[in-house]
């Protein structure tokens, strides 16, 4: 609680300009980088003068680059999964912290109507009803697309006409992929809510049911290598403010 008071003075008492303050080094995977990082970390700039540099990576290469890339990260966000098996390898300072649940969907041609999809036996027949299903190539080390080739592996999805590879869905069915019947699963970086209603993406039919539990919940974190503690713990404190829930919203992350 004191190192998260101690945060909370440093923010409120930081103005632009006015200190020499070392830059934030943020890594983070897709699946949180596309879903409102860049936007937060444009406030927090703004509010504190902090300029916060974003490393991305892909899943499989985020253990190894926390641990020894130079220059070293100071905070990171991680999968619950990987998170963990850092914090065992003594790779984090202090403690881990739920950050957001980011959902997997299923979206469709802008102009295709909407199904329902509310259970997995509604979810099935309209899989099996498209003409081809896009995901992202579970051999990437997508945790995103590993997820979803283990789902329509399962009897449930037999039938389907699941293909692997070639980059987002969502944005394949957008730029003209597919014919009118293509539909594509991947991670919601926008607006949606749990009952499916329309939003202002014409392209998104919806979150997939709940006990699928195709989502991936994010954690943060300082990194064990930081030589910037003060400021990482500036950085931590700002995006967890309720004030920005609604931005991380926009951007698809749920925030806990």
């Known amino acids: 609680m004191r190192g ?78 990987l998170a963990g098996q850092l914090a065992l390898d003594g790779g984090v300072k202090g403690s881990l912290i739920p950050l957001a649940r980011v959902e997997i969907g299923l979206f469709k041609k802008p102009t295709a109507p909407y199904s329902d999809i509310s259970t997995i036996e509604k979810l099935a027949t309209v ?30 999805f037999a039938g389907v006409k699941g293909i692997p590879g070639g980059g987002n869905a969502e944005a394949r069915l957008k730029s003209g992929e597919g014919d009118s019947n293509a539909m594509g699963l991947g991670l919601l970086h926008g607006v949606h809510n749990p009952d499916n209603k329309p939003t202002d993406n014409p392209a998104l039919m919806g979150q997939l049911p709940a006990e699928l539990q195709m ?34 919203q926009s951007k698809g992350a749920d925030r806990y």
Do not use: Y
């Open 4 to 81: 998260w008071f101690q945060a909370l003075i440093f923010v409120g008492a930081l103005l632009p300009g006015s200190h020499a303050l070392a830059d934030v080094r943020v890594i983070s995977p897709g699946v949180i980088s596309n879903s409102g990082l860049p936007e937060i970390a444009v406030a927090f700039t703004k509010a504190t003068g902090i300029k916060v540099i974003s490393v991305g990576s892909g899943m499989a290469k985020m253990l190894p680059g926390i641990k020894t890339a130079t220059p070293a990260a100071d905070v990171f966000m991680l999968p619950m999964e």
């Open 215 to 248: 989502h991936i919940d994010m954690v943060t974190g300082i990194s064990a290598r930081t030589n910037n503690e003060k400021e990482a713990l500036a950085f931590i404190e700002f995006i967890l403010r309720p004030e920005q829930r609604a931005l991380w």
């Open 127 to 156: 899989l099996r009803g498209a003409s081809v299903i896009f995901f992202e190539d579970p051999k990437s080390g997508s945790m995103e697309a590993t997820m979803i080739g283990a789902m329509l592996a399962r009897p449930e």
